[in-house]
């Protein structure tokens, strides 16, 4: 019966076989991966698809690890009755210590109480560290408590941040929106990882984003089975291959707005573009024009000091709204941050540091150029001036942002 079919009808049956005994294997290793998880499998492949990253199965739990940000995360489900049903851990440049906790369930970690200025949520959570010095400056950066406040959704959550890491705990897992409810966990904890990159000595800390495991033999299989596929088909077509196929290399565009050399530099540009005027804050970006600065998503500067505006920051805009800050010092990739809202970013020129009122300790001896980041046009404290100091990332606070002349 085979000798009566032609070649090529062969061939499609081949593949159609495959195509069945791969769609049942799928399906089985499915079955298996969401055993005890199924009503949580959509948002399990949500959070895996925004993690870039694998899911897998650890001793009975559902385990998803990627990258948040470029930031090492592991998402882990349990239905076990003596672990967290929800635990979130990820990476940070974290050198301290604060643990969060019900006060109905203080587990007495940290030898030192805290108060984070909020009454409503100490009366809730106590808040402890070794180390309450750090601890008390990070709570004081304007991003953290609502942050921590996210994080500390219900009466069932703890809060961790050790050397390297901040991790959530949940007791059971959210039952609706659970994809939604883990992501919007994840933000927060990029919002403290960028509080946690102003604290000192932060840049002591590597944080290295996780490499997905190739699978090599799945995929020399899968070139393989294609590479016979070819063969069969040429053979039953009797067609001869052409020595001079032409190879279509993919091509790679920048961001609009970025210039090619500087998207080099960038992480994940793609999705991204310079913002223009319009995606800045109406009265900031009146405020740096009469200032006879240019309102743009490119910024050029002497961030490092060099003597020449060779070096660039970037406003980035996502389609979402969200707004990315990239600042390219002496060719690298010094400050990468997301801001949810953002008024205006521009120079600030070295000459000019020394007569503006900060809060706290002014910066001292930076190296070039400081960027201003303005978060909210009508609060004047709202800001925050990013510099490098002999090679080191430093930032200030300035009492008024507009008493700065943008350059």
């Known amino acids: 019966m085979m000798s009566s079919l032609s070649p090529l009808a062969i061939v499609l049956g081949i593949i159609f076989g495959l195509a069945v005994l791969g769609a049942v294997i799928a399906l089985v290793y499915n079955l298996h991966k969401f055993s005890g998880f199924r009503e949580i499998g959509r948002d399990a492949e949500k959070i895996t698809d925004t993690l870039g990253g694998e899911m897998f199965r650890d001793e009975g739990d559902l385990v998803i690890s990627g990258n948040f940000n470029r930031l090492p995360t592991v998402v882990r489900f349990s239905n076990k009755e003596d672990v967290p049903g929800l635990n979130i851990r990820m990476g940070v440049p974290a050198n301290f210590t604060v643990w969060i906790a019900p006060r109905s369930a203080d587990p007495g970690e940290g030898r030192a109480v805290l108060r984070t200025g909020d009454p409503a949520f100490d009366n809730r959570f106590i808040t402890r560290s070794d180390d309450p010095g750090q601890a008390r400056l990070f709570l004081a950066l304007q991003m953290v408590p609502r942050a921590l406040h996210q994080l500390a959704c219900s009466s069932g959550t703890f809060v961790a941040i050790s050397a390297g890491s901040i991790e959530i705990s949940e007791l059971v897992i959210p039952a609706e929106s659970t994809a939604r409810h883990v992501l919007e966990h994840l933000q927060s904890v990029a919002t403290l990882a960028g509080a946690l990159k102003h604290m000192p000595a932060a840049d002591t800390v590597k944080v290295q984003p996780l490499h997905k495991e190739k699978r090599i033999v799945g995929r020399a299989a899968i070139v393989v089975g294609a590479i016979a596929a070819v063969v069969v088909v040429i053979a039953a077509t009797q067609r001869a291959a052409r020595k001079d196929s032409p190879i279509l290399a993919e091509a790679q565009t920048a961001a609009a707005g970025v210039l090619p050399v500087d998207a080099t530099r960038i992480a994940g540009v793609d999705g991204w573009r310079a913002a223009s005027t319009d995606d800045f804050d109406p009265n900031a970006a009146a405020w740096v024009h009469d200032s006879g600065a240019p309102v743009s998503g490119r910024i050029v500067g002497d961030f490092s000091g060099r003597g020449s505006d060779d070096d660039v920051a970037y406003v ?25 809202t953002l008024a205006i970013a521009t120079r600030v020129s070295k000459s000019n540091i020394s007569r503006v009122d900060w809060l706290g300790t002014p910066p001292n001896d930076v190296d070039g150029d400081g960027l201003l980041i303005v978060r909210s046009a009508d609060d004047p404290k709202s800001s925050l001036v990013v510099f490098l100091c002999h090679g080191r990332l430093v930032t200030a606070v300035p009492a008024d942002y507009q008493a700065l002349n943008p350059e």
């Open 316 to 340: 980035l805009v996502r389609s979402d709204g969200v707004r990315r800050i990239v600042l390219l010092a002496n060719g690298q990739d010094r400050y990468d941050i997301r801001y949810p």
